[in-house]
């Protein structure tokens, strides 16, 4: 038995080692049990001047309050997420973001555990992208004028709705008013955008786009606010993207994505356009337009406490709700004709159009993935036809299988089964969703408004 327990003690510090994250445990005596390479590497030091030692005796600057790791032996209570700044005996001031969990065994607490990331690399990782986002501000008037690519014109359009909207932002896009846009994945949010930014009287001023899903939440006030010197290990004075994108816009996508701290934070900034970088003490003056967009309806995002009601209010002076394709059937032929255009010239083909039971799929079909899945499926079909006439042949796996499930459909209208014909809708709109987001379970469930597991349980019943 005691060879069992050795070998299992054996098994699992060799897990541990292998994991790339600190694993740092201490018992309730505060003395350090296990100590990886990893966190050893994030607090610069070796793992023999940890391994053993009493927590306080390694990181003098920490105390019994401020120790994470002790507070949750104390509390029994986990820690998540929780910045922690402290110096080591060799005098190196340390950033780390840690998860902190007690370790229980019998209902009696044993010690606990700290799982530890390198908020100091990820500071840098977000200076870097300071660095990309200030050089593209800096050079000739050109040179800043190019950070918008599209203009209203390239938003491809016969619908009226659709035209009559442009018409509306290109007034509108002279006020200094910030600016709502609400469209699903694929719409075309940020040409859109960029189109209010040409036609507005900051079209001369820089034009920054971020997405708020893309940057760890850590990472996102100091991207959007700056860092001021010693804010962190090797800090200096930077300019944020507010600071950045002053004279013209700051597009913030996915803004449901942001924290609802920070958005109190931006709600602040749009109230009184001061700004106040991380850890600086200075109020700084932004003369920035700021447009908003979300991919969620924001009726949906007040609703489950991912937007805030002030802040959605302060940005609906304007709202733009972009119409997906498949409420304006006639962009489907339209557009398909026009990007058939478009990848003749770059594939150097000739084809002619889409035979004619290809046109009717597309204007029934759904497009959950709006008109980037049309460009794309087009890319696609336009890559593989040996014809000069795109058919149905053409289309893509998944579409081919959406197309035998309506066509099965057809051959079953006399069946009145709910149930049934709920199914094969189902199945429909999982295929277009994976379709759309090359396979990825992840992407699709938040196409269908779906939890994960939810989609891999129905993925599975289908046999998909």
């Given at each position: ?19 790339d994250e600190g694993i740092h445990v201490v018992n309730t005596d505060g003395k350090t049990i296990f100590y990886n390479e990893v966190a050893a590497k994030h607090d610069g030091m070796e793992v023999k001047e940890v391994l053993g030692k009493h927590l ?75 660095d990309l986002q200030k050089g593209l501000k800096k050079g000739s008037r050109k040179r800043v004028k190019k950070q918008v690519n599209y203009t209203f014109n390239d938003l491809k359009t016969v619908s009226p709705a659709f035209n009559s909207m442009k ?298």
């Amino acid at each position: 038995m005691g060879q069992l327990t050795a070998l299992t003690q054996e098994v699992l510090a060799a897990i541990l080692k292998s994991i790339d994250e600190g694993i740092h445990v201490v018992n309730t005596d505060g003395k350090t049990i296990f100590y990886n390479e990893v966190a050893a590497k994030h607090d610069g030091m070796e793992v023999k001047e940890v391994l053993g030692k009493h927590l306080l005796t390694a990181f003098p600057s920490l105390t019994e309050e401020s120790s994470t790791l002790l507070k949750v032996v104390r509390t029994g209570k986990p820690i998540y997420n929780q910045t922690q700044v402290y110096v080591n005996v060799h005098g190196t001031r340390i950033d780390t973001m840690n998860t902190t969990l007690p370790i229980f065994v019998d209902k009696e607490i044993i010690g606990a555990v700290e799982i530890a990331k390198d908020y100091s690399r990820m500071k840098l990782l977000s200076e870097r992208l300071l660095d990309l986002q200030k050089g593209l501000k800096k050079g000739s008037r050109k040179r800043v004028k190019k950070q918008v690519n599209y203009t209203f014109n390239d938003l491809k359009t016969v619908s009226p709705a659709f035209n009559s909207m442009k018409d509306e932002a290109k007034k509108l896009a002279k006020s200094d008013s910030p600016i709502l846009v609400y469209g699903e994945s694929g719409t075309g949010k940020e040409l859109f955008v960029q189109g209010i930014h040409h036609e507005s009287l900051r079209a001369a001023g820089p034009f920054i786009a971020q997405n708020c899903a893309a940057i760890p939440e850590t990472l996102l006030e100091s991207i959007l606010f700056g860092t001021a010197k010693g804010s962190y290990t090797g800090a200096v004075e930077r300019k944020g993207l507010f600071e950045l994108a002053d004279g013209g816009t700051l597009f913030l996508d996915e803004l449901h994505a942001m924290p609802i701290e920070l958005q109190a934070k931006l709600l602040r900034v749009l109230e009184d356009g001061l700004i106040r970088r991380v850890g600086g003490a200075e109020n700084i003056v932004v003369n920035v337009r700021v447009i908003a967009a979300v991919n969620l309806h924001p009726s949906k995002a007040l609703k489950e406490h991912k937007l805030r009601s002030d802040l959605y209010y302060r940005l609906n002076v304007f709202t733009f709700s972009l119409i997906p394709l498949r409420e304006r059937k006639e962009d489907i032929k339209f557009l398909s004709d026009y990007f058939i255009g478009v990848f003749n010239k770059q594939l150097q083909k000739n084809i002619k159009g889409m035979e004619l039971e290809l046109e009717t799929f597309f204007a029934n079909y759904y497009w959950p993935g709006n008109v980037r899945e049309l460009k794309h499926t087009i890319e696609y079909m336009m890559n593989v036809c040996e014809m000069n006439i795109l058919a149905i042949e053409d289309l893509p796996v998944m579409l081919k299988q959406q197309l035998t499930i309506v066509h099965s459909s057809h051959q079953q209208l006399e069946n009145l089964s709910l149930r049934k014909n709920l199914d094969e809708l189902e199945k429909s709109l999982i295929l277009s969703a994976m379709e759309e987001t090359d396979g990825n379970i992840n992407q699709a469930a938040k196409l269908l408004d779906i939890p994960r597991q939810t989609l891999q349980y129905k993925l599975k019943r289908f046999s998909l």
